[in-house]
């Protein structure tokens, strides 16, 4: 089965950026989507974006500005970066897949979370 | 952005009853293809989340009967048949119709 591990550093300083990459193993990104999601400590979980394999993103409205997800298909990696940190990106991220299923009378289909990394911290401090 | 509202934020519960979760959206969740666009997950103590319901009503693979899923346009249910001791964790509804945006959570424990 599919399995997802997030990784990058532990302790970024603010104003720099935060790249952190999640390796797919036991499966392929192709024909799937890709999300990140992250959880303050103590607080809920928010959606930050997601990316089809072929490279096409939707992001959060709220970090679009800073936002860029990657994927690299050789490698079986996708990617996200977040430029000009502060602490209130200080969190834990994970990375997930999202499963299709159809919709009825529909060309297209549902997406929904359906495999998560087990997440990974990261500390904005200087 | 469309805000997601749950109630309560806390479920003291006891095992054997039932147990139920609101989620109200700032803005319908109905797609124009007549379907819900609403997921629920449950992240249990120092685990990841994980999905219980997708679509509003669709109950994902592996997922007990006695957790079900309801609501229509702003107003959404999560209900727990019988709660059992291992349903404790944080329950988060998710509108996917414009993006996506998480509830607060609802932090379920045993009484």
């Known amino acids: 089965q599919v399995q997802l591990q997030e990784s990058g550093p532990g302790l970024v300083k603010p104003s720099e950026t935060l790249s952190l990459t999640c390796t797919v193993s036991?499966?392929?990104?192709?024909?799937?989507?890709w999300s990140w999601i992250r959880q303050p400590t103590g607080k809920g979980l928010e959606w930050i974006g997601y990316i089809y394999y072929s490279g096409n993103t939707n992001y959060s409205p709220s970090l679009k500005s800073r936002l860029t997800m990657s994927v690299d298909t050789s490698k079986n990696q996708f990617s996200l970066k977040l430029t000009s940190v502060t602490a209130a990106d200080t969190a834990v991220y994970y990375c997930?897949?999202?499963?299709?299923?159809?919709?009825?009378?529909?060309?297209?289909?549902?997406?929904?979370?359906?495999?998560w990394g087990k997440g990974t911290t990261v500390t904005v401090s200087s | 952005d469309i805000v997601m509202t749950q109630s309560p934020l806390s479920l003291p519960v006891t095992p054997g009853e039932p147990a139920s979760i609101s989620c109200r959206s700032s803005q319908s969740l109905l797609h124009s293809n007549g379907y819900i666009y609403l997921d629920w997950y449950v992240q249990k103590p120092g685990q990841s989340p994980q999905v219980l319901i997708y679509?509003?009503?669709n109950r994902a693979s592996g997922v007990p009967d006695r957790f079900s899923g309801s609501g229509a346009g702003t107003d959404f249910t999560l209900k727990i048949s019988r709660v059992e001791a291992e349903d404790v964790g944080v329950y988060y509804c998710?509108?996917?119709?414009?993006?996506?945006?998480f509830g607060q959570g609802t932090k379920v424990e045993i009484k």
């Open positions: 998710m509108q996917t119709v414009q993006g996506r945006t």
């Open positions: 997930a897949r999202l499963l299709a299923t159809a919709v009825p009378g529909a060309t297209y289909n549902y997406h929904y979370i359906h495999v």
């Open positions: 679509m509003g009503s």
């Open positions: 036991g499966g392929s990104l192709t024909n799937y989507y």
